[in-house]
Each structure stands twice: as structure tokens, then as C-alpha cells.
């Protein structure tokens, strides 16, 4: 019988661990008292099996396989047996979920992922580059004048700002039409094309709308931030989408979710086709162990899914490029806003954009040989 | 000019508040440092403007209005104004969200709210009683048996545990037709008619399809977990219900958002008519300061909003309950599953279920002159 394994880190000893890890195993199944559990083949059936307790530190982990039955293969319901009510216990923290087969088969995760990625923006072998269009309260025509400046500047992908919405002072249609005119006119120009990813945010019936629209003016890729939307309708919007699809890390601060669990397992095999998430570097000081983790559950072989890029931004200066290539390989896209931004004027804007674009590039020739990044090329086998 | 006023506990001293607060009042809206507002005009329409900072403790609390513009009246979109970066922020807790009128005239709030649940239920002026038909691992049936018991001994609400789904085992349809017949047959025998509340769960579609079907086989109630679902994907299946909607705080557990402003405000906000949360009676331990703040949050006066049911539950003992009714007063729910469930067999549990009934109908009455909770009649200016 296939099962969901969940990893928690608890806040207490290992021999405390036992008997609250025997209480997880319940409440995030039948949530009854032992003594409540009248029916003796519901624990065989239903309730989590504790398979290990370990001590982590002070603090203790444990592993509970849930029959996979009890998630129904629907992405709400597995969040629910995950993390449910555990989430809710203060001293729990969720460090690590691993789907079988069959999950993966249902959910599907990323419809292109990084080969895909590299097909709609013809980098074969290097690091990808990736900027904003930002701020919020420019309108659709200023927007896409900086379009023109990351195109011109060789950038691969340019995405809205996670905070551009349908706002009334730069319409969502407007501004879309507007990136992909400007994306088109440089493409004209220089023969290459950026890849423009916009923003969709709302309620499902409003983000099918903008998914709709976006695809009909021409856009090869989008972006939307599942914590925002809640994971399940995200993994809709990605079964739906005929185009790549970026996942934005925004109201995802779970801290009792870790980064790698829920960014680098959930994101993907909800879908994601890269994943934005703030880095090492910058001004969110994720640990570096926790990016490798993350980087490693978006790119290794699960169950035929395809890899997904890890994105990392946050605060990523031009002088660190080098060093976080040759941290994350080449099957990596960073994701770089303000260092390029904070520029006095556009002609430097535009050349802090070529040295980005550069030092990606020469970055991703040394790491070539030294961290080669494992990527399933098959298909899933879901599809 | 309208503003969402938020706040924001931080980990930091009072002096350094002030720099981190102007730094989240720009990272929620334009996201860009300082230097790369090149337009002005930008600070004074669209950054956020930093209202208060105040001590707190060893922490600081700071609150900042953004333009109500920047939200663009959107489920998703208010949450990444509010929360979405900064959640990612290790020392930063979102602990209060102010809408504003116009905000709450757009999302609209609970549909029925305490007043609908009321009439849903027949039940004028004392708390209401609830409890789940679990656990997960029972056919149709055998839960319909269950609810059955629950029915006779005269409890008002009958919710589905948050983890029954569209199981193999248990189907949707199969489950929801079974327990509205096991209500309606006890209607029948008794003339009093438990409201059974069958639970929606999945993406946006499944969803749906829920909905329609619990409405169509004659469910008056249903209830769901916004956190698992996604906030802005419940907002869509409160306005599309036809029946009261009960929210359940299942996958809530960011400690990083105040219990009282994710379960108070917004799931109200979003239209939950019944909002679950675990209390500080069993095994959650909330603090009673943060179940008063949240009930305060669901019932009082808030832009002609309608007030919601607090539905404490957690592992609420029934000699607790007139203590408990007395904190929260007569317009609250009280759930009850565990205590009820232990019981050694079905005429135990029948005993139980008349006690908890008779313990609320009792504290009721206690409470009735003391604490007065005030809720609006008037019907919502939104709709």
C-alpha cells in the first residue's frame, strides 16, 4: 500500500516525541482520542504509522506514513493530512514531505519545468537571468519602456512584479498587451526574445480570466504566487495553463512550514515550472543549507516529475552572481530587482543589465564542469 | 484617501522600528530601495505611510496605511499588500488588519452570519452546540448512524470533519445524501431539524461541483477550510453559496499572523458566517487573550459587516462549557467532538450529547445578563 511521508521537527525530547508523534499519526487522519476509535480496522487503514522518531538537537523528529487513500489525490486534502490541525500545534514544524508515485501521477507537477523553460527562451546551457517590472503605480506604458531596456539588455525572462494586479491606475489587460508589444518590437530589433511572464492574482474565476487573456495576447509564460492564491487553486491554474508557470514565494512566511518543503516539494509537484524564493543573499538571510534543500527538491528525480528551476532572489547584488551560479548550477535562473534598478539613469540601467546578463553567463561556464545538476529529460508519466 | 491600515509586531527595538517600517511601508507596495524611486509622485500615491510605532515589550508594533487603491478591491491582491513580502521576514508578525469601508463593501463579508445561522437553526438567544461526524475510515452509513444520534440528542450544528473528502472509501455524494437523509428522518420523528454541514474540499473546480451538489441534495449549511483552500478561493465559494459557510482553521498554523487577525478579520472579511478555531480550553492552547481578541474581531461593529459565529473547539471537556459559554457569551458555538466520542457506546454517547446540549442551554442563561455581545442587524451596505 503506497503511503505520504511527512517529516516533523518537534520541540520536545525524544521520549516525548513518541507519544506525540503517536498523536499526529491520529489527529491528522481520524482526529479522535485513541479511546474513540471504536472501529480497530480504522487503525490499520486510515491512521498514520510512525515509521521513525529521531533526536534532531534538542528537539525531536519524526516520520509518519499516511495511507495515501486518506489524501483522496486532491491537493487540498493533501495539505490537510500534511499539516492540517498539526500546523496549528505551536511546538510542530512540517521539515519534509515525500509523495509516491501515484500522487505524483495525479497532480502531474510542472507541465514544462526547466526543459521547457530553456525550450520558450533558447538558453541551452547557461544560468537564466530574471527581472521585474516594477513599480506598482507606473502605468502600462512606462512598464513597458523598462521592458525595452531588460530586452535590449539580452535578460531571458522579465516578470511583472508579484504586486501588479488588476489595479484601476494600470489595468491588467493594458499592461499586458502593452510587455508583450514591447517584447515583440525588440525581438524585431535583435532577433531574440525575452520571455515576459505576467503577474495573475485573484479569486480562481478572476485568475482563469487573466490566464485566458494573457495567453490569448500572446504570452508564453506566466506568474502567480500559490500562498496567495492557496496551493489547490494554483495547481488548477497550472493544470489549465498551455504556458510555463512561475510560482512567487509572497505570503508564504510560514516559518512552520520549511522553505524546502513547502517552495521546493509542494510548489513543484503542484506544478510550478520554476520557483521564485529569497536566497542566501539579500535581505531575507534564508540559510544556505535550507536553499540547497529547496534547490535539490526542484531539481531531483521524483517519480518522472520534471525538474523545476530554482529562482533565487531577495536582494542579489551583480558582484555576487559568480558565487551563487556556481551555488546553485546551471540549472538555475536568478532573479535580480533592485541592484539593477537603484541605477541613476537608463543608460546605466541598461549596462548593470548587460553585466548581469554576462556575469551569468561566464558564471555558468565555470560551474559547468564543477556541479552538474541532475535533470530527467523524460516526460512525466502522468501525461 | 481611503487606506488598509495594517500592523505589525516586530522583533526589534523601538529606534530600529523606525527604518524597518519605512522599509516594509516600500517593500508591500513598490518594492524597490529608496533609491530607485525615481518618480515621486509614486511615495505619495502608492507607498505605504507609517502611522504609528509604538513599544512592545522588547518588540515594536507598527502600523502603516496603504492606499486602498493598492489593493484593487482583490482577495489575493489585499493579502500581498498586507503580508506579502514581509511574511517572509523571520521578525515580522502581522497582528492587526483595519479594512475600509470600501473594502468591505467589495468582499462583502458573511452572507448569513450570526443572524442566518440563527434562523438556520431555530435557535434564538442561546449558544448554539456542534459537533463533527467522524471519524475519517467510516462508510456513509455508518457516519449517517452517528449523525443520527447526534440529531436526537437535540445538537444544532453537525459539521463533517475537515478531513473527510471525496474519498474512495467514503465518496462525496454518497456521504452528504446519507447524513441529510439521517437529518431529515430525525426531523421527522422529533420536529426539530439538525443543520448538518457537509465539507467542501479541493480546487477551485471540485469545489464547486461540491457546492452545487450539497446544495442540490438539500444541505442548509456547508463548511470549508479557507487556509487550505486559499483565502481568496473561499471568498469565491462564500459569494457563490447559496447557505452558510463555515470556516475551519485547518493548515492556519503561520504563527506568524495573529490567530485574531487571520481568524477574526479576514476570514470574516471573506464571508465566513461560522469561523472554527482552537481555543484555549484543550489541547491548542490558544491564549485567552487572543480567543477574546478574535471573537471581539468577528462580532463587532465593522463597516455595516455582518457578525460571525466564534466556534471555539480544540478538546472543550463538557464541564467546561459554562465557563466557556460565559467567556464568549450567547452568540458563540461551541464545538465539541472528542468528549463526546469517548463514550463506550452509542447510549453513552447519546448521554453526552444531551448533557453538552443542556450545559449550553444552562450557561446560556447565566451569561445572558452579563456579557452582552453585540451584533448588527442591519443588513450589509455591500449587497
Redesign the interface.
Known amino acids: 500500500m503506497e503511503s505520504l511521508r511527512v517529516t516533523y521537527r518537534l520541540a520536545v525530547d525524544r521520549r516525548a516525541a513518541e507519544s506525540r508523534a503517536e498523536e499526529i499519526a491520529r489527529e491528522?487522519?481520524?482526529?479522535?482520542?485513541r479511546?474513540?476509535?471504536r472501529?480497530e480496522?480504522?487503525r490499520e487503514?486510515?491512521v498514520g504509522r510512525v515509521e521513525a522518531i529521531d533526536e534532531d538537537g534538542s528537539d525531536s523528529r519524526v516520520t509518519i506514513a499516511y495511507p495515501i487513500?486518506?489524501?483522496?489525490h486532491?491537493?487540498?486534502?493533501l495539505?490537510?493530512?500534511a499539516?492540517?490541525?498539526?500546523?496549528?500545534?505551536?511546538d510542530a514544524e512540517c521539515v519534509a514531505i515525500d509523495p509516491p508515485a501515484s500522487l505524483c501521477r495525479a497532480l502531474g507537477g510542472p507541465r514544462f519545468g526547466i526543459e521547457g523553460l530553456r525550450k520558450a527562451t533558447c538558453v541551452e546551457a547557461r544560468a537564466l537571468t530574471c527581472t521585474a517590472v516594477?513599480?506598482?503605480?507606473?502605468t502600462p506604458d512606462?512598464l513597458a519602456e523598462r521592458l525595452r531596456i531588460f530586452a535590449r539588455a539580452g535578460l531571458d525572462v522579465v516578470k511583472d512584479?508579484?504586486?501588479l494586479?488588476?489595479?484601476?491606475?494600470c489595468p491588467f489587460e493594458a499592461r499586458v498587451r502593452a510587455c508583450l508589444e514591447a517584447v515583440d518590437e525588440v525581438a524585431q530589433e535583435t532577433g531574440r526574445r525575452t520571455l515576459y511572464a505576467p503577474n495573475l492574482?485573484?479569486?480562481?474565476?478572476?485568475?482563469l480570466r487573466q490566464l485566458r487573456l494573457a495567453e490569448d495576447l500572446g504570452a508564453h509564460a506566466v506568474m502567480a504566487?500559490p500562498m496567495?492564491?492557496?496551493?489547490?487553486?494554483?495547481?488548477?491554474l497550472c493544470?489549465r495553463s498551455s504556458v510555463p508557470v512561475l510560482a512567487h514565494?509572497?505570503?508564504?512566511?510560514?516559518?512552520?512550514f520549511a522553505p524546502e518543503a513547502l517552495f521546493g516539494t509542494l510548489f513543484r509537484l503542484f506544478g510550478a515550472d520554476a520557483v521564485i524564493f529569497?536566497g542566501y543573499a539579500g535581505r531575507?538571510?534564508t540559510p544556505r543549507a535550507a536553499c540547497r534543500a529547496l534547490a535539490d527538491r526542484l531539481r531531483e528525480p521524483l517519480h518522472g516529475l520534471r525538474p523545476s528551476f530554482p529562482v533565487p532572489g531577495?536582494g542579489i547584488a551583480l558582484a555576487e552572481i559568480p558565487e551563487i551560479v556556481s551555488f546553485y548550477g546551471r540549472d538555475s535562473m536568478l532573479l535580480i530587482?533592485?541592484a539593477l534598478?537603484?541605477?541613476q539613469d537608463d543608460a546605466e540601467l541598461a549596462a548593470r543589465c548587460r553585466e548581469f546578463a554576462h556575469r551569468v553567463a561566464d558564471g555558468s561556464k565555470e560551474a559547468d564542469g564543477r556541479r552538474p545538476t541532475r535533470s530527467e529529460a523524460e516526460p512525466s508519466e502522468g501525461r
Chains 1, 2 share one sequence.
Open positions: 491528522q487522519t481520524v482526529e479522535v482520542p479511546a474513540a476509535l472501529d480496522s480504522l487503514r486510515i487513500e486518506t489524501t483522496a486532491d491537493p487540498a486534502q495539505l490537510n493530512v499539516f492540517g490541525m498539526t500546523s496549528l500545534q505551536p516594477k513599480p506598482m503605480g507606473l512606462a512584479d508579484q504586486g494586479a488588476d489595479h484601476a491606475f492574482i485573484g479569486a480562481p474565476d478572476t485568475l504566487s496567495l492564491l492557496g496551493l489547490p487553486a494554483f495547481a488548477e493544470r514565494p509572497s505570503f508564504g512566511g510560514a516559518l512552520r529569497v531575507y538571510g531577495g530587482g533592485g534598478l537603484t541605477a
